[in-house]
């Protein structure tokens, strides 16, 4: 007998992306197993606390409004029969699997990113400066930038929002768990979700090992970025710029052989841009209004991550090309599974016999 609460027919709908992550995770294991790199605990449950400490945001918003939308006599037993009802816990149970898998996910992604030099040297740089050099007419990449953005309170403003996306991993993650939208995008929002990371931020990571222009000097001996560095800091010392201090973090965990949640460097391909630019391909289908507002916001981070020296522009422009092809991938693979389960539904529907 199938309990109320449980989704069974969502979680049925969603097994691709829990078979394809649960087939890279086992890949991922293995390889770094093979290293002596075991999975940590440590950091599954660190990542665990930032998802709560989301839900309990955000269900701190949902009360307030809720409280003073429909001012009810007695607040407590409103709010306990709200978030306890059978419908309450449904809702909850709709989203579990894709939150569990996320919550497995950054700290995996983290060994991965942290393992790159156990898998590969750091010998890209070269070639991804020639490549920006190429686009920008001889000129690096942030030095056309600069102009336009060489001013400490942009600079600054510009390494808050870089900051800021992080709250797309977890609120936003979660809004795309639980948010009602039509289930397709959902599922295939989560599989480019999980094949960005993995992929794009793993496998094409450790094969295009690099560092960055903040990293190509201390890690590399190479000076080229000296004068933006030079900048970046300087204009620290008249408004703080958040990425500095997150960069000098990196760097140390680096030299400590750390593999936590967060830890590793690498620049090709960015992250930043590929998951901005994934969550403007997904909104535009589950909230068109809110879209806009997702563009503006990869645009802003790829511009950001080049003037801020983590990344070159081609590290940008590879990942928008990844996740590209990904999201068209998940559209047929979803496709495929759909038409699987209604292939099934109809032979259940044909084999039982009348009454």
């Not at 590969?120 to 030095?143: H, K, M, P, Q, V």
């Not at 939208?181 to 793993?202: A, H, I, N, P, Q």
């Not at 068109?288 to 950001?304: E, M, Y």
Request: with cysteine; proline share 6%.
């Amino acid at each position: 007998m199938q309990l109320p609460f449980f989704p069974f027919p969502r979680w049925l709908g969603e097994v691709p992306v829990i078979a394809v992550a649960g087939g890279l995770f086992a890949l991922c294991t293995a390889l770094l197993a093979n290293h002596g790199i075991w999975p940590d605990p440590g950091s599954i449950l660190g990542n665990l606390r930032l998802y709560l400490l989301s839900v309990l945001a955000i269900g701190c918003l949902d009360a307030t409004r809720t409280l003073l939308r429909q001012r009810p006599a007695s607040p407590t037993a409103h709010l306990l029969s709200r978030y306890t009802s059978p419908e309450a816990r449904a809702f909850a149970a709709g989203g579990a699997l894709m939150f569990a898998l996320c919550v497995v996910l950054m700290p995996y992604f983290s060994k991965m990113k942290a393992a790159i030099p156990l898998f590969n040297s750091y010998t890209w740089d070269e070639a991804f400066i020639a490549w920006d050099r190429g686009l920008f007419f001889g000129y690096d990449a942030w030095e056309v930038l600069q102009p336009v953005l060489g001013y400490p309170v942009v600079t600054a403003t510009l390494a808050f929002l870089y900051q800021a996306w992080f709250l797309l991993l977890y609120p936003g993650v979660l809004w795309f768990a639980y948010g009602q939208m039509d289930e397709t995008v959902r599922r295939r929002f989560f599989l480019s979700y999980v094949l960005s990371w993995t992929v794009v931020g793993g496998a094409m990571a450790t094969w295009l090992a690099s560092v960055g222009p903040c990293f190509i000097g201390p890690l590399l001996g190479d000076r080229t970025f000296d004068a933006q560095m030079a900048y970046l800091n300087a204009a620290n010392e008249q408004v703080p710029v958040m990425t500095l201090k997150v960069q000098g973090m990196l760097l140390d965990w680096f030299h400590a052989d750390a593999n936590g949640l967060g830890s590793g460097i690498t620049a090709m391909p960015s992250m930043h841009v590929a998951i901005a630019f994934l969550f403007w391909l997904a909104t535009r289908h589950a909230a068109p209004r809110a879209a806009r507002w997702f563009g503006l916001f990869f645009a802003v981070t790829w511009i950001s991550s080049v003037h801020l020296a983590y990344h070159y522009a081609v590290d940008g422009l590879v990942s928008v090309i990844a996740v590209a092809a990904i999201w068209r991938l998940s559209a047929v693979v979803i496709t495929a599974w759909d038409a699987i389960l209604a292939r099934q539904a109809t032979l259940r529907t044909n084999t039982v016999p009348a009454e």
